[in-house]
C-alpha cells in the first residue's frame, strides 16, 4: 500500500511559478513510477508529467519547457517546478505512484493562475 500527499498549489499570477511535492509513504518509492495529472473543471484528467523508477522523466507537449518533474529518492518525494505559469494550467493536480500491479493516487491539490 502506498499512501500520497500532495503539497504545493495555491493561487499564483500568469508567468508566475509553484512547485508542487508529493510525499509518498507505505512502501519501497524507488521501485515506483511517479507522475503528475491534472483535472480542469469539465475535462477529463490528462497526463502532466512522470519520471519512471530509473530516473527518467516524460513531458506532455502542453508543458514542456514550462514544467520539471524530479524526484528525491531519500525522501521518498517527487516535485513538479511548474514556471511561466498560464491560466490554463489551472487544474486540480494529482500525484500518481505505480508499477506493474500497483496504482495508487493522492487526493489533489488545486492550481489556479489567474491575475
Known amino acids: 500500500q502506498v499512501q500520497l500527499v500532495e503539497s504545493g498549489g495555491g493561487l499564483v499570477q500568469p508567468g508566475g511559478s509553484l512547485r508542487l511535492s508529493c510525499a509518498a509513504s507505505?512502501?519501497?518509492?524507488?521501485?515506483?513510477?511517479m507522475g503528475w495529472y491534472r483535472q480542469a473543471p469539465g475535462k477529463q484528467r490528462e497526463a502532466v508529467a512522470y519520471?519512471?523508477?530509473?530516473?527518467?522523466?516524460y513531458y506532455d507537449d502542453s508543458v514542456k519547457g514550462r514544467f520539471a518533474i524530479s524526484r528525491n529518492n531519500a525522501k521518498n518525494t517527487v516535485y513538479l517546478q511548474m514556471n511561466s505559469l498560464a491560466p490554463e494550467d489551472t487544474a486540480v493536480y494529482y500525484c500518481?505512484?505505480?508499477?506493474?500491479?500497483?496504482?495508487?493516487w493522492g487526493q489533489g491539490t488545486q492550481v489556479t493562475v489567474s491575475s
Open positions: 500518481r505512484s505505480w508499477r506493474s500491479g500497483d496504482d495508487y
Open positions: 507505505g512502501s519501497i518509492f524507488t521501485f515506483y513510477h
Open positions: 519520471i519512471t523508477s530509473g530516473g527518467n522523466p
